[in-house]
């Protein structure tokens, strides 16, 4: 069985148009690529069972809402170039499969969630990730390479709890990477024994 899961990277100064050469000159629009990739490409396939969320903060017309859906997701590959190309299609309004971009709020997505998901933050002084009881459809918040703005952080706290991989401060993408891990190893768990993890 494979559940639902979510992950959430807040851009402060993500690019909103497709007016930029390259991505990491984009507001680091190249954090946001590297996020992507970590959180939906398996070695020759996409996880089908994950979304990805990107709050872009930069100019021009901020904020906008990135939703890269996994079950619809086609034509990509991993690289910069081909995301730098996707990245430039859906700003400026074309169409991608199973991607969305809207003109929406990260507060106002974490309100639509309301209680049917459960909500982790990423600090790293939050609760020891060994000792999460993940649920059935996690969404993780983490913050860009500056980090979670304070603000952010508090809001997001009233719907769940934050969370620790360690006293190491990893990039945002090794953090994905260490989740979707440390989730395809409990889901294997239960599946074999059945019980809790
Ligand atoms: C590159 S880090 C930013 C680190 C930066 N020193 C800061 O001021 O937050 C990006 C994000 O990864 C997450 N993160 C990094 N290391 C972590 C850890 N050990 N445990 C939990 N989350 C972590 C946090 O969400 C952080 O905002």
Known sequence: MSFIREFILYSRKGRTDASF????DAGRLDVVQECIVASLFLSHGIRRNTVFHA??????????????????????????????????KVLSGKPHPGITVEKRSFESLLKAFSGNVNVFVLEEDGKNVFEVDFGEHPVFVL???????????KFALRYGEKISLGKQPYLAATCITILNYLLDHFELFKETKGGKV
């Open 21 to 24: 050469l390259n991505l990491r």
């Open 143 to 153: 913050g860009d390479h500056i980090g979670l703005p304070k603000k952010v952080e």
């Open 55 to 88: 709050f872009l903060g930069g100019p021009p017309s901020p904020p906008l809402h990135l939703r890269i859906d996994g079950a619809f997701l086609r034509d990509v590959r991993t690289d910069q170039l081909t995301w730098g190309k996707i990245l430039r």
